[in-house]
């Protein structure tokens, strides 16, 4: 079995100059200093919330939105300062992936305040209590 020749791979062209990826990154740009301090500020307050037993469970959520906000920071450094395609199409993928978390995060957040509305006021218009007020009211100790 004969060895063959390694194969000629053609390198990789440096991120040129492109006037219009700049001109596109611009607004992104000029805000990368906020994006890279909310990403640290997130997962600041990630680690803070993962100290807690219950946060734990969901603490990673705003650490990987953190990371998420500090790639975008980076990314639109390089396409703004050099005019990199790539890294402005990553910049903009970060920075999706973010709002869509955000987006379902709101989403649970409004069906979890709708619930405890419908806890809170439906059921006890329909007569179902969680709290004993009769008994309260009378001044009746309450036994379970």
Same mark, same amino acid.
């Given at each position: 079995m004969a060895l063959q020749?390694?194969? !000629?791979v053609? =390198?990789?062209?440096?991120?040129?100059d492109n =006037?219009?990826?700049?001109? #596109?990154?611009?607004?992104?740009y000029q805000a990368r200093?906020? #994006?890279?301090?909310? @990403?640290v500020l997130s997962i600041i307050g990630g680690i803070v919330q993962a100290l807690s037993i219950v946060g734990i469970i969901i603490a990673w959520l705003p650490i990987w939105m953190g990371v998420l906000m500090l790639? !975008?920071?980076s990314s639109i450094d390089a396409a703004?300062? !050099?005019g990199d395609k790539f890294a402005f199409l990553n910049s903009l @993928?970060? #920075?999706k992936t973010y709002f869509v978390l955000q987006g379902v995060l709101s989403l649970i957040g409004i069906i979890i305040a709708l619930s405890m509305v419908?806890? #809170?006021v439906v059921l006890p218009l329909v007569g179902i209590t969680l709290i004993p007020w009769q008994q309260i009211i009378n001044n009746n100790p309450i036994y379970y």
């Amino acid at each position: 079995m004969a060895l063959q020749a390694p194969v !000629a791979v053609a =390198p990789m062209s440096a991120p040129q100059d492109n =006037p219009m990826v700049r001109e #596109l990154s611009n607004p992104i740009y000029q805000a990368r200093g906020w #994006l890279k301090f909310l @990403g640290v500020l997130s997962i600041i307050g990630g680690i803070v919330q993962a100290l807690s037993i219950v946060g734990i469970i969901i603490a990673w959520l705003p650490i990987w939105m953190g990371v998420l906000m500090l790639q !975008a920071g980076s990314s639109i450094d390089a396409a703004g300062q !050099a005019g990199d395609k790539f890294a402005f199409l990553n910049s903009l @993928g970060s #920075l999706k992936t973010y709002f869509v978390l955000q987006g379902v995060l709101s989403l649970i957040g409004i069906i979890i305040a709708l619930s405890m509305v419908c806890i #809170l006021v439906v059921l006890p218009l329909v007569g179902i209590t969680l709290i004993p007020w009769q008994q309260i009211i009378n001044n009746n100790p309450i036994y379970y």
